[in-house]
């Protein structure tokens, strides 16, 4: 049988956010706009914590202050210890110290805002120093040697939080999608899986994922590429090679249990390559997705 939804639109976090739920009957119309608001609410608060383009989001607040212990909200401290993490996973891949190498070759305002126009400083590859050198925690506090942009999965982590909140609220069939970082609990109203369509496949090659209780999110070049003095760049950036922008990929899609190491991941075996990338999906037993420059499509052999 057939159950109603509520679903609704709206812009946050500099891209668009879509929640859908399904009635179960545990709370009427109006209970259920008063979620809606609330879920609002959460990602302007994360917005606030985690933006690197506000001046008084309390990541630019600690960016501003290097070299000081500054005690920190909960999602700082969970984000700042999940990116030591993943750095250590990615074989120091993943690093939130690339916000130098951002701003030099133009990414410096919100994507919408910036004209990435003037020259390109030179960029040199980053030292070899250990991200907890420069990531610091204690005793609730951290401590920055060196700006950081966790960009990288605060996206994935503020899905997976509001997916926490719609659970903790009783609701178990819902979809958040922010921006393309989706979690999908239960099941739609047609009491099946979540049909997800597959970012950049299309037509003949129309990919549907079927989804239930996981999350998925892609990562790639399509979106958020530029043109500075004849050269090409992208936002995605290999700390060990910061003056490479690879377009042999359009981007990776990585299914998994939650949409903050799904976030991950497709980053991660984005700036490894198809080859290397596609090796380590099949070693991880990854769903992945490899969407080539020319629109082919190559899955990992757990898909």
């Known amino acids: 049988m057939k159950k109603s939804i509520f679903e609704k639109e709206w812009k946050a976090l500099g891209t668009d956010i879509y ?13 259920i706009e008063r979620i809606f608001l609330e879920i609002s609410d959460i990602y302007i608060r994360q917005e606030k914590i985690f933006s690197r383009f506000e001046e008084e989001s ?17 999602e700082m401290l969970a984000i700042a210890e999940k990116s030591i993490e993943y750095f250590q996973e990615s074989e120091e891949i993943f690093d939130p110290r690339i916000l130098d190498v ?15 126009e003037g020259a390109v400083e030179n960029i040199k590859e ?40 719609l659970c903790q609220k009783g609701f178990q069939n819902f979809l958040v999608d922010s921006g393309g970082d989706m979690y999908a609990s239960g099941k739609d109203s ?70 903050e190491k799904a976030d991950f991941l497709a980053k991660y075996l984005f700036l ?3 080859e290397k990338g596609i090796a380590l999906a099949n070693e991880r037993g ?8 020319n629109g082919e499509i190559i899955k990992s052999k757990h898909v």
Request: hydrophobic residues 35%; proline residues 1%.
């Open 58 to 74: 309390e990541l630019s607040q600690i960016n501003v202050h290097l070299g000081e212990f500054i005690e920190v909200s909960q």
């Open 126 to 165: 980053a030292g070899k120093r250990n991200l907890k050198e420069d990531l610091q925690i204690k005793k609730g506090k951290v401590k920055f040697l060196r700006r950081m942009d966790f960009s990288g999965i605060a996206k994935g982590y503020i899905t997976d939080r509001i997916a926490d909140f």
């Open 102 to 116: 951002l701003e030099k070759i133009g990414y410096e305002k919100s994507f919408q805002k910036n004209n990435f």
């Open 190 to 259: 047609e009491q099946d899986k979540w049909g997800i369509a597959l970012e950049g496949s299309e037509d003949e090659n129309k990919v549907i994922l079927e989804l239930s209780d996981e999350a998925v999110a892609t990562s790639g070049n399509v979106r958020k590429h530029w043109e500075r003095n004849g050269r090409k760049f992208h936002h995605l950036i290999n700390p060990h090679q910061p003056n490479y922008f690879s377009f042999d990929l359009q981007s990776v899609t990585v299914v998994e249990k939650t949409a």
């Open 272 to 274: 490894l390559g198809l």
């Open 19 to 31: 929640v859908q739920i399904v009635n179960d009957g545990i709370l009427s119309r109006l209970e």
């Open 286 to 293: 990854s769903r992945a997705f490899f969407l080539k420059a």
